[in-house]
């Protein structure tokens, strides 16, 4: 039986927080919330790999089922774009109102689902390259200074 790396795992404070941050609340919101000073929020959220990972992957569930009801709209918001362009009537709001459906899930325009690695060892690769870089630039802004 193999044990489970307890330094690897979130504590419920951890995973209210995450909870908290989802619902849109500040850092010292959710310190206030869970207990812990604000200072241990932004440390959580900078430099704890299982908490950052477990926080894109939360993101990325809730990007993906809000993206999923948008789709259910489709239909909806592409009758409405084909109505005004035949009637051509004062439909702008309705016009409006699909556009923006039809943005939000990337059929027109840019699509912003959150990214990130879902895993500690990705965040942690993704620190590591983030720094590796930083260093290079230092090390060429130096030998060019």
Same mark, same amino acid.
């Given at each position: 039986?193999?044990?489970?790396?307890?330094?690897?795992?979130?504590?419920?404070?951890?995973?209210?927080?995450?909870?908290?941050?989802?619902?849109?609340?500040?850092?010292?919101?959710?310190?206030?919330?869970?207990?812990?000073?604000?200072?241990?929020?932004?440390?959580?959220?900078?430099?704890?790999?299982?908490?950052?990972?477990?926080?894109?992957?939360?993101?990325? +569930?809730?990007?993906?089922? &809000?993206?999923?009801? $948008? =789709?259910?709209?489709? *239909?909806? #918001? %592409?009758?409405? /774009? +084909?109505?005004?362009?035949? &009637?051509?009537?004062? $439909? =702008?709001?309705?016009? *409006?109102? #699909? %556009?923006?459906? /039809?943005?939000?899930?990337?059929?027109?325009?840019?699509? $912003?689902?959150?990214?990130? *690695?879902?895993?500690?060892?990705?965040?942690?690769?993704?620190?590591?390259?983030?720094?590796? $870089?930083?260093?290079?630039?230092?090390?060429?802004?130096?030998?060019?200074?």
């Amino acid at each position: 039986m193999v044990k489970a790396d307890k330094t690897r795992q979130l504590t419920i404070e951890q995973q209210n927080a995450i909870d908290l941050l989802l619902q849109g609340k500040s850092d010292r919101e959710v310190a206030e919330a869970v207990g812990v000073s604000h200072q241990t929020v932004t440390e959580w959220r900078n430099n704890n790999a299982v908490f950052v990972a477990e926080l894109n992957r939360r993101r990325q +569930e809730t990007w993906g089922s &809000q993206i999923e009801r $948008l =789709r259910q709209l489709v *239909a909806q #918001a %592409v009758s409405v /774009l +084909e109505e005004g362009l035949q &009637q051509k009537q004062d $439909l =702008r709001l309705r016009q *409006a109102a #699909a %556009v923006h459906i /039809l943005r939000a899930i990337g059929l027109y325009g840019v699509n $912003l689902a959150p990214k990130g *690695a879902t895993d500690p060892e990705g965040i942690e690769a993704e620190w590591a390259s983030t720094k590796a $870089l930083a260093e290079s630039l230092k090390e060429l802004s130096r030998l060019t200074a």
